[in-house]
């Protein structure tokens, strides 16, 4: 079985912005904030090595500020880490965290063009693909609307809808169908299940567990930025 994306001993590091308690107060002590501020250094991961397979459907679970979003940007190279080695085989469509990707002015189906060419799609594979789209979403009556008028849940059904029409080798999945209502959960749930079954690899951050078992062969657990276990789905 070849392996889709293989992490080793990957850490990530976010500078923490300081704040002061006004600018008088910030100048006069301008060398030990200098100081201060270069010690807010927050370790978000660390230390991560797993292992993806091919065609495998791997769950990420654990709580608020764990670290999930994180490592699938890094795994989505939207981000680099800070240490360890990240390698992906694949062509990869990352469905981040809820309006990542898409631009606020820009009406539904500029931004589903605009996605699809950030996802590596060319102007001719999208307009081919975007009557289907368009249906998937179901959002048909607002699509000439800029997305700023949308709500959470038909921004994820149009994030969904774009990233599974870019026939991806590694689909990328946070939180996002957490939004979306029971229907078009369900719909989400069976157009991966049919993506797995035709060989593409799934990573999903989830705190649904009876969705991640659905879904998953196997789960990892991360806990305050680092690995706790990795887990059989069924285990859970
Ligand atoms: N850009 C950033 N700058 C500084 N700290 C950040 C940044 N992004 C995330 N963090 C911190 O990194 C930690 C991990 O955040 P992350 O978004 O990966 O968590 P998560 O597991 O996805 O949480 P949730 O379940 O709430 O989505 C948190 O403590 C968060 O405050
Ligand atoms: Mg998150």
Redesign the pocket.
Known sequence: MRDAIVLENVSKV???SYTTTGVKNFLTHLPAYIKKMRKRR?W??KDISLTVHRGEAFGIT????????????LIAGVMKPTTGDIRIEGRVAPLL?LGAGFHPELTGRENIILNGVLLGMTRREIKKKLPEIIAFSELEEFIDQPIRTYSSGMLARLGFSVAVHIDPEILLI??ILAVGDTQFQKKCLDRMLTFKKNGSTIVH?S?NIPQIKMLCDRVAL?DG?RLREIKMAEEL
């Open positions: 976010y500078s923490l927050f978000a991961l654990g709580r608020n500020g764990a670290g999930k979003s994180t490592l699938l940007c965290e946070d939180e951050v705190h991360i930025g």
